[in-house]
């Protein structure tokens, strides 16, 4: 089982839009300007601090990866959708099980 760790995550996610970001030949402040974002919040997803999820859309977009999202939702949606074929025989309700009311248990 692997272990999640959101600072590593975070410092890989920064330097990938970093490199997307200078990939590019755009600086930090252009980058800024043209996602409507402050450069501070450039800044702090390079430097792995991260940013909001809204935040992080408009970086994407102004870096021209905005069709690119559209794939990788439909990506996760179709691996989602077979997960859930896989795991049909030990479906579990999402729900506590109702408690047994007084009429179900008079006889």
């Known amino acids: 089982m692997s272990t999640f760790d959101q600072g590593q995550s975070l410092a890989q996610l920064g330097e990938h839009f970093r490199r997307l970001r200078l990939a590019r030949n755009i600086p930090q402040e252009t980058l800024a300007a ?3 974002l402050g450069l501070s919040t ?5 430097n792995g601090r991260g940013c909001n999820l809204s935040a992080m ?4 977009a ?3 990866y905005a ?3 559209e794939q990788f939702f439909a990506q996760l949606a179709v691996e989602a959708a077979r997960e859930s074929d896989d ?7 999402a729900s506590a099980p109702r408690k047994a009311t007084e009429e179900s248990t008079v006889d």
Do not use: F, I, N, Y
């Open 67 to 69: 069709d690119r999202l």
């Open 34 to 36: 043209e996602s409507g």
């Open 42 to 46: 450039v800044k702090r997803l390079e």
């Open 57 to 60: 859309l408009q970086l994407l």
């Open 62 to 64: 102004a870096l021209g």
């Open 87 to 93: 795991s049909m025989g030990d479906r579990r309700r």
